[in-house]
């Protein structure tokens, strides 16, 4: 076992032990819980629709339901067997309970202990108006449901738990006069009275610098990441690369953000990845933003330069990175298999990250 992946064994408690695993490279990937029908909380009674105008899209399981027992086994057996070594749910509270958590119980339910770990991403990115109340029974749902389970992704014994924004967390925290160390607290808390250490919390942000040098530590996160980038921040606004309109663009965005935030960051930074960016099906942003799909050729080039940040930086990225998404065909963003493509995408995860 050499020196750098002891470290990355040391740093980071997984389900496998390390000297099991094949990969010195620990590789998660977001799954957007969506295509369900009439799940509720979904801009779409019938998810699937507006993905048909794209037929270029259509998964290789077919028009799938992410209820399916099936589905979500298959997903889980490719997303092992091309190294992936957990997946972040993208999970939802609304004020006072949860809602398209579909997905992950029926995950929980057709894992093999030790197959694959899992996280919660929570996608607060809109207003909680639960109040205190709402907030304490949300920390007690994600303790009792998912951070005592032995497949929940750990770092030093602490669940890890991604939130989505930063700054809409803030904007919580200012609604019930607290501050967000406030909200942190509450957290650790619910992970305490479950006969944890504490949570482990990664807070997504871009290369700001108000953000990365004071909110987050302030608060107690534990590590950076993202879910996606747009634009590359070098410290402040002013700095902004123009919104990206091509792949290419986007990995710029993404190399600025990196480099930024592990040269001026305390807190050590999970990698960020991207599969690509195309949201027409739901609307778009905007019709001179949304950017060509990548070539093959292009998406292994942005995968070994997250790799050579983790080369870089092993200690301060412990050698982690986070690919958005496994299913967002919505935004675009996927690299489940395709009828079209294949297992293109995972293959090159796959070539990428194997160990040498």
């Known amino acids: 076992m050499n020196k750098r992946r002891q470290r990355v064994c040391l740093a980071a408690t997984f389900l496998l032990s390390c000297w099991h695993q094949s990969y010195a490279y620990d590789i998660g990937v977001y799954y957007y819980p969506g295509w369900s029908v009439g799940s509720k909380g979904s801009n779409y009674p019938q998810p699937w629709v507006p993905i048909k105008a794209y037929p270029e899209r259509e998964p290789m399981l077919g028009w799938y339901s992410d209820s399916d027992a099936v589905v979500l086994r298959q997903q889980l057996t490719w997303m092992?067997?091309?190294?992936?070594?957990?997946?972040?749910?993208?999970?939802?509270?609304?004020?006072?309970?949860?809602?398209?958590?579909?997905?992950?119980?029926?995950?929980?339910?057709?894992?093999?202990?030790?197959?694959?770990?899992?996280?919660?991403?929570?996608?607060?990115?809109?207003?909680?108006?639960?109040?205190?109340?709402?907030?304490?029974?949300?920390?007690?749902?994600?303790?009792?449901?998912?951070?005592?389970?032995?497949?929940?992704?750990?770092?030093?014994?602490?669940?890890?738990?991604?939130?989505?924004?930063?700054?809409?967390?803030?904007?919580?925290?200012?609604?019930?006069?607290?501050?967000?160390?406030?909200?942190?607290?509450?957290l650790e808390?619910?992970?305490?009275?479950?006969?944890?250490?504490?949570?482990?919390?990664?807070?997504?942000?871009?290369?700001?610098?108000?953000?990365?040098?004071?909110?987050?530590?302030?608060?107690?996160?534990?590590?950076?990441?993202?879910?996606?980038?747009?634009?590359?921040?070098?410290?402040?606004?002013?700095?902004?690369?123009?919104?990206?309109?091509?792949?290419?663009?986007?990995?710029?965005?993404?190399?600025?953000?990196?480099?930024?935030?592990?040269?001026?960051?305390?807190?050590?930074?999970?990698?960020?990845?991207?599969?690509g960016w195309d949201s027409r099906p739901w609307g778009g942003l905007a019709p001179e933003n949304e950017q060509a799909m990548p070539t093959s050729a292009e998406f292994e080039a942005h995968l070994r330069e997250a790799k050579a940040m983790m080369d870089k930086y092993p200690d301060k990225t412990r050698s982690m990175g986070v690919i958005c998404c496994w299913n967002e065909f919505g935004e675009g963003s996927y690299i489940e298999p395709t009828k079209k493509e294949g297992f293109s995408r995972l293959e090159k995860v796959k070539k990428v990250f194997a160990e040498p």
Do not use: C
Request: proline share 5%; glycine share 8%.
């Open 189 to 275: 808390r619910a992970a305490v009275a479950e006969g944890l250490p504490g949570v482990h919390l990664v807070a997504e942000t871009a290369g700001l610098a108000h953000w990365v040098r004071a909110v987050a530590p302030q608060a107690g996160f534990a590590m950076l990441s993202g879910y996606n980038y747009h634009i590359g921040y070098s410290g402040d606004g002013s700095t902004a690369t123009p919104p990206a309109k091509s792949y290419k663009a986007l990995r710029q965005a993404y190399r600025v953000n990196w480099d930024w935030i592990l040269q001026n960051s305390a807190l050590p930074y999970i990698v960020p990845i991207t599969a």
């Open 80 to 186: 092992h067997d091309y190294g992936l070594k957990f997946v972040v749910f993208d999970w939802y509270w609304n004020d006072d309970q949860p809602f398209m958590d579909h997905a992950i119980k029926v995950f929980k339910h057709v894992k093999t202990p030790g197959q694959m770990g899992y996280a919660v991403m929570w996608a607060n990115h809109f207003r909680f108006m639960g109040g205190q109340s709402g907030f304490e029974a949300m920390a007690r749902h994600l303790a009792r449901s998912y951070f005592a389970d032995s497949d929940y992704l750990k770092i030093n014994g602490k669940p890890v738990l991604f939130i989505f924004s930063l700054e809409e967390l803030t904007e919580t925290a200012n609604l019930l006069h607290k501050q967000p160390a406030d909200l942190v607290a509450i």
